[in-house]
Every structure is written in structure tokens, then in C-alpha cells.
């Protein structure tokens, strides 16, 4: 009698449990607490840069800046198995792949990616004849292992089909937009008035750290954009683009707010990664958004000097931070908003006003918690500046136009709101 009462009692308590779950809302989930890791540089491994000739007229290279292929066969008449590793190890699984395909006389293949033990494919595969244009594959190319998916799971590995001929085939983890692209827009950009680019510092392969800056104003009301941290975060690069773009656009809150507010801008913190197409860490084989406490790596440091340098000089404050990001969906990880900066409440405000202009969107809110390591870049611009800041996530595969959308509106919102 007394062992059916508690099995009662228990079957309770875990349905009472399981209802509670599933009311939670998951609209202000908080974030899982950073762990604090050394960033002391580790070594990494390059890889081979060649052009691989594979039999049967196939050919195919990681000859280019982005690239990333480590390793390609034959492996029979009409499957080519290619291996792509990251930089170092541990790391985020996030496998990065970049290469150009090309055979003597047209052919369909297969092409399967393969990755280390434990690594689950993350990017959907993107082709162009150009290496300017992109295209999602389409889906019916494509072929994930399904031996290998668990629940809700991504595969370890995938194939495409592949229609090859003379014509060089691009086939990408996502758009490719490296260094080279980044210094030309920020370049092109600074052909207006009101915009200046500067370098502040090198990477640790001696690539240029850039910033523009973007205003009229006298430095005493400012805000910091960051952007690429993390080398394949395309979608995240793309948002950025679009805040800035709009801010910097010919509307009459754009000239308003760059009279008032001088917007600083470090579009691509990690040029050497970016090029050497990493999985996720710079030259030093760190993450550097887990380097915002010791500054060990130059990317970091070259942020810091400058915002540092910025402020003394001029007394003013950055009342503004964002780092854009990307990961599986689209997420605002924010400050604790018990926290207050330099302007409380700007970040949720531009959040809420945002959400209500894009039908049928509920933002995915996940605030910082009271402590913990104070080791990534929004961490940083809070507590060292007072900056309200917040790291901009947007997924993997958010189409381009809506992640057009979110920028600009995310950026007449915060002028809005900063001029009230
Ligand atoms: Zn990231």
C-alpha cells in the first residue's frame, strides 16, 4: 500500500515536471554559461596547397584564399571521397570546406565529404562558376549519410552529385567572402564623406585589422560593430553588412544619428583564419571570442588598444555593442538585463522593436547570467565600457533577404532609439 503511494507520488512529480518543461518559454532561455579556457597560442595544422589530379580527367584544388581540402580520391569510377580537418583540436564542429573541381570532358560524379571521428556535417553545400555567385545545392544532389543520423542529429557525412566539365566548379560551406572581399567593401565604403578607414592593428600573419568609422560626431556618444571572429560565420558577416550599410545609408535618421554618434566598425577581426578557411580559431589556433579577459592573440589585443586609446582620448563613451555571429538558428545573446550600461534597456527595446516589424517572428532572447567568465567580447564591452551590447546570431541557413531585412531594421531601431 505504502510502495503504491509513493509510485503515485512519483508519476506525479514527473508529469508535473514535464508540464512545467514544456510551458517553459523558451523565448527567454538563458545561456549556457562560457567555460574559461587558456588562449595561449597552440600550434595548427596548414594545409597542403595543391592542385590534385585524381585520374579520369578529374582535377581539383584548394589553390585559393577561403579554401579548405585536406586530403581528395578516386575512390571508384564515379566517387570522389574528400577529407576536410580543422585547424587544431579540441574545437567546435564546424567543418569548414572551400575547393574548385574541374574534369577534361563532362561528367557526373559523386562527391562525398568526409570529416574527423565524432564530427557531424554542419553546411549546406553552396556551388558556383564564378566563386561570386552562389547557389544552394539542390536538394535532390544531395545525399546525407542516414546510417549516421541520430535523433534530431545531423549526419557525420554527406554526397552531392556533381555535374563536372572543363568549366571550374566552386563548391563552398557557405558564400565565400574572405579578406579580400571584406577590405574592398570596407574600401568602397570609405569613398563616402562621412566614412574613414584605418588600420589598427595586424593579424598574426600580418593581415590588416581594419576599422571604419562611420560619422560627424565629436566622440563623446559611440558604438562598436564586430564582425568574423569566428572565419565561417557568413550569415552572421552578412547581417553585419546590412546594420552598417544602413547606417550609413542617406535616410534623415542615418545623418541624424552619424551627427551624433560616431559608429566604429571591425568587420573582419580574423583575417588568417578567414583565409586559411578555419573551422573556427586565428593563427594562433585560439577561438578569440574566449580571449576578451587575457588578450593573448593580436586580433584581440588590437581591438582593445583601440577602444582603450579611444576613450582616453576623447573622453566619451561607447553606449553600443554588437558582435555578429552565426549558428544554428537566429539568437540575441544579451547581458543580463538586471545589468545596467551606459543606456539600460537599449538592447531588448531593439530587439522587441525589431521582432514587431518582421511578420510572424518571435526574437529568441537568451540573457547572460549574473557572473561567470567575463572572456567574450560582448562580456568585454559591457564591463570595461558600460557598452549595452549583444551578440548577433544568425542560423546557418536563414534565407539571405530575411537576414538582409533583420540588419537594417535592427539598425533604424537602434538610431531610433538612441536619438529618443
Ligand atoms: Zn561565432
Not at 7 to 29: G, N, P
Not at 207 to 227: C, E, F, H, P, W
Not at 346 to 372: F, H, Q, S, T, W
Amino acid at each position: 500500500m505504502k510502495q503504491f503511494k509513493i509510485s503515485q507520488i512519483l508519476f506525479l512529480f514527473i508529469a508535473i515536471s514535464l508540464i512545467w518543461s514544456c510551458k517553459e518559454d523558451t523565448k527567454w532561455k538563458g545561456q549556457e554559461p562560457i567555460k574559461r579556457v587558456s588562449t595561449l597560442t597552440k600550434p595548427i595544422q596548414l594545409q597542403l596547397k595543391k592542385t590534385y589530379d585524381l585520374g579520369n580527367g578529374i582535377f581539383c584544388s584548394n589553390e585559393f584564399d577561403g579554401a579548405r581540402l585536406n586530403g581528395i580520391v578516386l575512390t571508384n569510377d564515379t566517387l570522389v571521397t574528400a577529407l576536410i580537418t580543422p585547424e587544431n583540436t579540441p574545437i567546435n564542429g564546424s567543418p569548414w570546406y572551400a575547393f574548385k573541381i574541374w574534369s577534361e570532358s563532362k561528367q557526373d560524379i559523386y562527391l562525398k565529404l568526409t570529416y574527423l571521428d565524432g564530427v557531424k556535417h554542419r553546411y549546406y553545400p553552396k556551388l558556383s562558376d564564378d566563386g561570386i555567385i552562389w547557389n544552394s545545392l539542390d536538394s535532390i544532389y544531395y545525399f546525407p549519410d542516414t546510417t549516421s543520423i541520430m535523433e534530431e542529429s545531423s549526419p557525420s557525412n554527406i554526397s552531392m552529385k556533381l555535374s563536372i566539365s572543363s568549366d571550374t566548379l566552386w563548391v563552398s560551406a557557405q558564400e565565400l567572402i574572405t579578406s579580400k572581399h571584406i577590405y574592398k567593401w570596407s574600401e568602397d565604403l570609405a569613398l563616402n564623406s562621412f566614412i574613414s578607414l584605418e588600420k589598427i592593428g595586424e593579424s598574426r600573419e600580418g593581415k590588416a585589422i581594419n576599422m571604419l568609422k562611420i560619422g560627424t560626431a565629436d566622440d563623446q556618444k559611440m558604438i562598436i560593430v564586430l564582425s568574423r571572429q569566428h572565419p565561417p560565420e557568413i550569415s552572421g558577416y552578412l547581417a553585419m553588412k546590412s546594420f552598417v550599410e544602413t547606417l550609413s545609408s542617406d535616410t534623415e535618421t542615418a545623418i541624424k544619428f552619424r551627427n551624433t554618434y560616431n559608429t566604429y566598425v571591425i568587420p573582419l577581426i580574423n583575417p588568417d583564419g578567414v583565409d586559411n578557411g578555419h573551422w573556427r580559431h586565428n593563427s594562433g589556433g585560439i577561438d578569440l571570442n574566449r580571449d576578451w579577459e587575457t588578450f593573448n592573440q593580436p586580433e584581440t589585443e588590437a581591438v582593445k588598444i583601440f577602444m582603450q586609446n579611444k576613450v582616453a582620448a576623447s573622453g566619451g563613451k561607447f553606449y553600443f555593442g554588437v558582435d555578429f555571429h552565426s549558428t544554428f538558428q537566429d539568437i540575441y545573446y544579451t547581458i543580463n538585463p538586471e545589468l545596467k550600461g551606459n543606456m539600460p534597456g537599449l538592447v531588448p527595446e531593439m530587439i522587441e522593436a525589431m521582432g514587431k516589424e518582421i511578420a510572424n517572428y518571435e526574437p529568441n532572447i537568451r540573457p547572460g547570467g549574473l557572473d561567470g567568465p567575463k572572456i567574450s567580447s560582448t562580456s568585454y564591452l559591457f564591463n570595461e565600457f558600460g557598452a549595452e551590447s549583444v551578440t548577433f546570431e544568425i542560423g546557418d541557413n536563414t534565407p539571405r533577404d530575411l537576414i538582409k531585412q533583420k540588419g537594417e531594421i535592427s539598425a533604424i531601431k537602434l538610431m531610433e532609439l538612441m536619438l529618443r
